[in-house]
């Protein structure tokens, strides 16, 4: 299984971004995916994720109202359009894909929820 990020870059503090994660090879089971975020000294955090047992969305507080997850109707691709960007948000930006059900609510915020990961697109914002 591979995933393959894309879309990261420079941009000013408001502006806007586009992320793109494009899941292939092995056909398995796939529950949800999603977008973490690691800073520079700091933990790699939950950004936002889609789980596809009723669409449904969730996000971080951080990013709320300012990001949006979406995706395509093959489950295979997510997107993460981020708008009114602020320099917290400068990081290397993770997608990710659970083979694994919930098991609770705040289920896909967690890490270890996620067995694939793709290898990272940085976004800097400049103040």
């Known amino acids: 299984v591979q995933l393959q990020a894309s879309g990261g870059g420079l941009v000013q503090a408001g502006g806007s971004l586009k992320l793109s994660c494009i899941v292939s090879g092995r056909t398995f089971s796939n529950y949800a995916m999603g977008w973490f975020r690691q800073a520079p000294g700091k933990e790699r955090e939950f950004v936002a994720a889609i789980e596809w047992n009723g669409m449904t969305r969730i996000y971080a507080n951080s990013v709320k109202d300012r990001f949006t997850i979406s995706s395509d109707d093959a489950r295979n691709r997510i997107d993460l359009q981020m708008n009114s960007l602020k320099p917290d948000d400068t990081a290397v930006y993770y997608c990710?894909?659970?083979?694994?059900?919930?098991?609770?609510?705040?289920?896909?915020?967690?890490?270890?929820?996620?067995?694939?990961w793709g290898q990272g697109t940085l976004v800097t914002v400049s103040s």
């Open positions: 990710a894909v659970s083979a694994r059900g919930s098991t609770g609510t705040g289920y896909y915020r967690i890490r270890s929820a996620y067995g694939y």
